[in-house]
């Protein structure tokens, strides 16, 4: 852009997810979670047909960045497995489940040898928890033909979960040729269960265990396994919708946020916890919130990159402007060798507004001269915000561009109130 000078509109792209995030104080993980809810919004964000066509060029120059953001996105779903299993658990297998991790400042690699790690910690889980499962389900058998009747619904449920929150049942135990095909058909429940259905199924299966003489065998066979079925079809169907529930929770982060979204964040716990399901209702309103986040965080990547860049360029924040609006997204830049110009800068959203302004009235030839040195040099260093900004995981489109000397600079006054001194803008994560 040399010899151009710059003044009206430049638009910014963000590409959620990058190493670079970290430095910027930007909450990564939530981020990519926020991008994740829509799968259709990975890479470059579209604004226009312009935007559009650079888009295949920008990504072959930016593979690192959508590789982070990719091997972010398995992260992010393990992180939901994690959340789910850790619900579904008893307390002392729970405890042994990993960490999730919030994608920040490790490379493609380091996330991917984690989600590697990790999804054989909880491939070995699943198989214990089973393993424990198995061996509740045939302490209920054994418990009723002990007692040669059939146990109810509810005390098979209370024996079940007496061998499920031992310690010591971790030992598997192969049960009597005369069980075995019973333990077999009800080994074949999930886990994951809902109570109800798991008490309704340990009933069927004791119904087995001790049989009737009015009731055909192979009859109460079948009525078992079809309550297997119906049974474990709802609690993969509760599973999916936790799963989904548990990746929109991570894209909607903890700490001090408004009321409604504390109350999605509520009613997706919930629904991890098999307490509640995931309806049309929730599921927009649930991604309405994380689009909501997605926004602001892609703001507060891009206020806090063009902030960097430009203090690295040796521009300083007036803060006695900063201070009379109350607005950190309107600021009036200022170089210490500029005495009677600078920069007005508004960030909205994804687009970024900046103009040369006078800060005193002064007419004459000399006066006009002055401007268009100033727009000159602002040309130049937006030629460099620019490239920064491409390193930073964004692509700039420009609007609209005035040559330097093509229009009047306005004049706005000086701060109305007097800073004590002039601060370096500070990086996001300082703040």
């Not at 888009?55 to 990719?70: F, H, M, P, Q």
């Not at 042994?96 to 690699?109: D, Q, T, V, Y």
């Not at 078992?224 to 079925?229: I, K, N, T, Y």
Request: hydrophobic share 40%; glycine share 6%; proline share 5%.
């Amino acid at each position: 852009m040399s010899g151009e000078g710059m003044i009206g509109v430049a638009v910014v792209a963000v590409v959620g997810g990058s190493v670079w995030l970290a430095a910027r104080g930007v909450q990564a993980g939530a981020l990519v979670a926020a991008r994740s809810v829509d799968l259709l919004g990975a890479g470059l964000t579209k604004i226009g047909d312009r935007a559009e066509r650079n888009r295949a060029d920008w990504e072959a120059g930016n593979t690192a960045l959508l590789a982070w953001e990719s091997a972010a996105r398995r992260v992010i779903d393990l992180n939901a497995r994690i959340d789910v299993l850790r619900h579904h658990a008893p307390a002392d297998l729970a405890a042994g489940l990993p960490a999730p991790l919030k994608p920040c400042a490790e490379s493609p690699a380091e996330l991917d040898n984690w989600c590697s790690a990790t999804r054989a910690t909880l491939d070995h889980f699943e198989q214990e928890l089973r393993q424990r499962t198995e061996l509740a389900v045939l302490s209920v058998l054994r418990h009723t033909v002990d007692l040669e009747r059939p146990v109810t619904a509810q005390e098979a449920f209370d024996k079940y979960h007496e061998v499920m929150t031992r310690r010591a049942a971790r030992q598997r135990t192969t049960p009597p040729s005369a069980l075995a095909a019973v333990t077999r058909i009800v080994g074949r429940l999930t886990p994951e269960a809902s109570a109800q259905d798991r008490a309704d199924v340990l009933a069927a299966a004791a119904q087995v265990a001790v049989p009737r003489p009015d009731v055909d065998h192979d009859t109460l066979l079948d009525e078992l396994r079809l309550r297997v079925q119906r049974a474990d079809a709802r609690a993969r169907a509760r599973r999916t919708e936790a799963i989904s529930a548990a990746r929109l929770l991570q894209a909607i982060p903890t700490g001090p946020i408004d009321p409604d979204l504390a109350v999605v964040r509520t009613e997706l716990e919930s629904v991890v916890a098999a307490k509640r399901r995931l309806d049309a209702d929730l599921q927009a309103r649930a991604a309405k919130a994380a689009e909501r986040v997605r926004r602001e965080l892609e703001h507060s990547y891009v206020r806090a990159s063009v902030a960097d860049t430009l203090a690295g360029l040796g521009y300083t924040v007036d803060e006695g402007f900063a201070t009379v609006t109350g607005n950190p997204d309107r600021l009036r830049l200022v170089r210490p060798d500029w005495n009677q110009h600078a920069v007005q800068l508004v960030i909205n959203d994804e687009e970024v507004r900046a103009a040369v302004i006078r800060l005193e009235d002064r007419p004459g030839a000399d006066a006009r001269r002055e401007d268009a040195e100033r727009e000159e040099e602002w040309c130049g260093d937006l030629d460099k915000l620019r490239t920064a900004l491409d390193g930073s995981g964004m692509h700039v489109v420009e609007r609209h561009l005035v040559p330097p000397g093509e229009r009047v600079v306005p004049v706005a006054k000086r701060s109305e109130r007097p800073a004590p001194a002039r601060r370096q803008i500070r990086r996001e994560h300082d703040r």
